[in-house]
């Protein structure tokens, strides 16, 4: 397998990043529709994941509470628009 970025989802910051290379040496698929809800909830897991960590990195043990606290927010924001 060639080297390079598999699989990744195109966020402003790598699509700023592909911008600079050029065109045939990049290769682009859209998220098939299938798996369009998991690959993108594990994205926005990532993102959290990493939010929670700098929440801990800035304030070490007491963080949690407010690590529950945002992701509450998060939560009630998801569920003012889930589809039931």
């Not at 798996?35 to 043990?61: F, I, N, R």
């Amino acid at each position: 397998m060639e080297s390079g970025i598999y699989e990744q989802i195109i966020n402003k910051q790598l699509s700023s990043e592909l911008e600079k290379l050029p065109g045939d040496c990049k290769y682009q698929e859209k998220v098939d529709a299938a798996e369009a809800s998991k690959v993108l909830a594990t994205y926005v897991a990532g993102l959290l994941q990493h939010k929670m960590d700098c929440m801990y990195e800035s304030s070490g043990d007491n963080a949690l509470s407010d690590q529950i606290m945002y992701i509450n927010k998060v939560i009630n924001a998801i569920d003012a628009e889930v589809c039931d």
